[in-house]
């Protein structure tokens, strides 16, 4: 998935996390969701509306949409056995998603830092030569020429 992808899936899982506190129902509020959101992130929704609508257990649902939605699965699993309303947990899964995507972000911003070196390197090399090093070099041999002749 995209960055933004990544990023709006975070947000609809906040949204789905908004949605419970208000006493929804699971498949209503990732419907409401999926309403309100886009291409991809609207599929995911339905398809895990559509397993729950079928009773399949809401961990087993989000793991099949796809791996950026595994963290909300395990946030349900947890809720499951603990007992716990999963509106915290979600929370908590969306935040972590947007940590990961940065960390993945800046490991990519790194490693496009490293492959830039090479091609900066051996294009400002050549040219400081020409433009800084062999000026001086002619100055000096006309300069040694012209006092030996």
Do not use: C, K, Y
């Not at 506190?21 to 509020?29: E, F, V």
């Not at 791996?67 to 349900?76: H, P, Q, S």
């Not at 716990?84 to 496009?112: C, F, K, M, T, Y």
Request: no cysteine; hydrophobic share 60%.
């Amino acid at each position: 998935m995209s960055e933004s992808t990544v990023l709006d899936a975070a947000a609809a899982i906040d949204l789905v996390a908004i949605a419970l506190g208000g006493d929804l129902p699971l498949a209503d509020a990732l419907g409401a969701v999926a309403q309100v959101s886009r291409d991809r992130i609207e599929h995911d929704l339905r398809l895990v509306e559509a397993a729950l609508r079928w009773g399949v257990e809401p961990s087993v649902a989000w793991r099949e949409a796809g791996e950026v939605w595994a963290a909300v699965g395990v946030a349900f699993a947890l809720a499951g056995d603990l007992g716990l309303p999963p509106r915290g947990l979600l929370h908590d899964a969306a935040e972590s998603i947007r940590l990961n995507e940065a960390a993945r972000s800046e490991a990519a911003v790194g490693r496009l830092s490293v492959l830039l070196v090479l091609p900066l390197g051996l294009l400002f090399l050549p040219a400081f030569a020409l433009l800084a090093v062999v000026p001086v070099v002619i100055s000096l041999a006309r300069s040694t020429l012209d006092g030996i002749g």
